[in-house]
């Protein structure tokens, strides 16, 4: 026959066999290193700060929600629904997460003069 027998040759030491195996995993570990600092870290940031601007709404503040209606809430419960006037006379109540931004927040009145 033409073909003849192919046998594997043994490693050496049970040391070149760890070496590669911490090659294999260190890329893995640096991936998950950069995909953990430029997403996910932004993104709990940016959740912390907009629950924190959720827990900072009061009566008189403009307000933005996710659907695009603009109003001023007129009654402001906490962890609760607001009460937002989108025209004159005309409310609705509106989830508190559905909020996507506060336009503005009114001036505090200063009273020295």
């Known amino acids: ?13 049970g040391a070149g066999g760890m070496d590669a195996i911490l090659l294999n995993i260190v890329p893995i570990v640096l991936m998950v290193g950069v995909f953990w600092f430029f997403l996910i870290r932004p993104q709990q940031k940016r959740a912390k700060e907009h629950a924190a601007m959720l827990n900072a709404i009061t009566r008189g503040d403009t307000i933005v929600t996710n659907g695009g209606i603009v109003g001023k809430v007129t009654k402001a419960v906490a962890n609760e629904d607001l009460e937002v006037e989108i025209s004159q006379g005309v409310k609705i109540k509106v ?7 506060v ?3 009114p001036e505090p009145v200063n009273d020295n003069k």
């Not at 026959?1 to 030491?13: D, E, H, K, L, N």
């Not at 989830?95 to 931004?101: K, P």
Request: aromatic share 8%; glycine share 8%.
């Open 1 to 13: 026959m033409f073909v003849t027998p192919a046998y594997a040759q043994a490693s050496g030491a």
């Open 95 to 101: 989830v508190r997460g559905m909020i996507s931004d």
């Open 103 to 105: 336009r503005s927040k």
